[in-house]
């Protein structure tokens, strides 16, 4: 018995003094969102769109916006987000995660490079320079390669919203730009390609949208003014205003750019932006930056760039 007793002792002691530690279990991304406090509005989000579960599993990257984001993107706080559909939030959540894991050190110097979501509509990731950072449509990222069990975190300073509409679409349903549907409609009547541009499903554009004060500071008091005007004249104006390709405000550089009609824009970023046409004695100052389109982006400015 006391031979049993000693071997006991001896094995219980043995069990105290071991030093063993398990390794810290990795989290899945729903874990790594859940423990991190300034995640806490895209944490109540995912709960309120149903996500959490979808984030532990499958092998992802998320962009995903911080609280201050949410609240450089109009959400205050999470009562906020929770004010819209549950369907809404879904998409717009479902456009922040990519179907596979991205490293930061996959990001190359490159602009604009798709990468679809799982939400069904394409991201558009850009490098501009070796020394430079990364952005994602209008988003910057702040950080990046947040490990987890399931994926990669890079965080990002703006809430994405996937598009609906566009570019002709994104115009008419603003009442701020109802001359510039009138101004494109008209000129349509002589050069097509005005309106085909702004509705194409096979190219993008970007289009600088003045708004119906810029066009009244520029000489066209009212609608019917614009309906009057020569085609031509609207045609050359309009097409002043359109950029071949997408330009997301963290992509523009100060410099020239070529317009769609020819002619040459002055872009400065080192206030603010703006854009000057070259027969405007003002420089344009853009009011709203990256609406996102199905076929490009809009940023509406406050004066007509004249050719």
């Known amino acids: 018995m006391q031979t049993s007793m000693a071997l006991l002792m ?12 398990d390794p810290p279990r990795i989290q899945t991304v729903a874990d790594v969102v859940t423990a991190n406090s300034d995640f806490s509005i895209l944490r109540d989000a995912l709960e309120y769109a149903g996500l959490t579960g979808d984030l532990r ?12 984001a949410f609240q450089a993107s109009g959400f ?13 939030v879904k998409s717009v959540l479902l456009y922040h995660v990519l179907g596979f894991r991205i490293p930061a050190s996959a990001f190359t110097v490159d602009k604009n490079v798709v990468i679809p979501s799982l939400q069904g509509g394409n991201v558009y990731i850009s490098k501009l320079a070796a020394s430079s950072g990364v952005s994602v449509n209008n988003a910057r990222i702040t950080k990046t390669d947040i490990q987890a069990e399931n994926g990669v975190i890079h965080v990002i300073d703006r809430v994405m919203m996937p ?5 002709l679409e994104i115009a008419q349903g603003n009442p701020n730009l109802t001359y510039l549907v009138a101004a494109a409609t008209r000129a ?17 554009f970007t289009v600088f949208a003045p708004t119906n004060e810029a066009f009244i500071a520029a000489g066209f008091p009212s609608i019917a003014s614009i309906q009057a005007a020569p085609a031509e004249t609207l ?3 309009i097409l002043n205003h359109v950029l071949p390709g997408r330009a997301f405000s963290p992509t523009l550089a100060t410099g020239n750019v070529a317009a769609a009609g020819g002619g040459q824009l002055a872009v400065d970023v080192s206030s603010g932006v703006t854009v ?32």
């Open 10 to 21: 001896i094995g219980f002691l043995g069990a105290c003094t071991d030093n063993t530690v």
């Open 57 to 68: 599993q499958g092998n992802l990257t998320v962009l995903a916006p911080n609280n201050a």
């Open 76 to 88: 205050a706080d999470a009562a906020a987000v929770r004010a819209l559909p549950t369907s809404t």
């Open 163 to 167: 598009p609906t509409r566009n570019l």
């Open 188 to 204: 349509a009547t002589s050069n097509p390609a005005v309106v085909s541009s702004l509705t194409s499903t096979s190219s993008a």
């Open 235 to 237: 045609a050359a104006v």
């Open 276 to 307: 000057k046409g070259k027969g405007s004695t003002q420089a344009a100052k853009v009011l709203m930056a990256d609406m996102l389109a199905t076929n490009g982006v809009v940023h509406v400015i406050d004066r007509v760039l004249l050719p």
